[in-house]
T-cell receptor
């Protein structure tokens, strides 16, 4: 298995909802990442997990909460989001943080 | 600190012609360089990388990139463009000397490549 999968593909939520984005890889990678991408802009790093431990939080608002239950799974819990949080959320993994990252297809999030 | 610049917002090339997408980088140590491609409404696909070795790196879909240390550049090239190559291309860099092992990579702003039939 050489891919990163993300669910759901699309998500529409209200500002009071709680939802979660899921990411999975079975390549044995020990680093996983969440990025946020606005239209026609480069991805912006949100979180890095290395060996299931959070190693970077790029000053992301607390309404985004990451979780890494095991080496294959990465979640992003969403609560009380704002319309400006609407974006494509990309998950990526790499063998370790110094190696090339492989991206999932993304979850397109719309906050109403 | 690490940064990468893609000076062109858009590159237009006729099908069958060679293409070049430019990228320059800035790192304090040695660079680890990448090219990714993104098709509409899709995630990023890894094309190629450079860490050490030959300055000309070959990647997926017939793309290659040339590392030039003196010019701090890593331009993406293809000898003969296809209409299906039309997409958004991102150059990315990581400073190998940044230490800690926990840093993500830094992306350029992206270049739209349009191949005209």
């Amino acid at each position: 298995d050489t891919e990163v999968t993300q669910t759901p593909k699309h998500l529409v939520m209200g500002m009071t909802n709680k939802k979660s984005l899921k990411c999975e890889q079975h390549m044995g990678h020990r680093a996983m990442y969440w990025y946020k991408q606005k239209a026609k802009k480069p991805p912006e790093l949100m979180f890095v997990y290395s060996y299931e431990k959070l190693s970077i939080n790029e000053s992301v608002p607390s309404r985004f909460s990451p979780e890494c239950p095991n080496s294959s799974l990465l979640n992003l819990h969403l609560h009380a989001l704002q319309p400006e949080d609407s974006a494509l959320y990309l998950c990526a993994s790499s063998p370790k943080t110094s190696k090339a990252q492989y991206f999932g297809p993304g979850t397109r999030l719309l906050v109403l | 600190a690490q940064s990468v610049a893609q000076p062109e917002d858009q590159v237009n090339v006729a099908e069958g012609n060679p293409l070049t997408v430019k990228c320059t980088y800035s790192v304090s140590g040695n660079p680890y360089l990448f090219w990714y491609v993104q098709y509409p409404n899709r995630g990023l696909q890894f094309l190629l990388k450079y860490i050490t070795g030959d300055n000309l790196v070959k990647g997926s879909y017939g793309f290659e990139a040339e590392f030039n240390k003196s010019q701090t550049s890593f331009h993406l090239k293809k000898p003969s463009a296809l209409v299906s190559d039309s997409a958004l291309y991102f150059c990315a860099v990581r400073d190998l000397e940044s230490g800690g092992g926990a840093d993500g990579i830094t992306f350029g702003k992206g270049t739209h490549l349009i191949i005209q039939p």
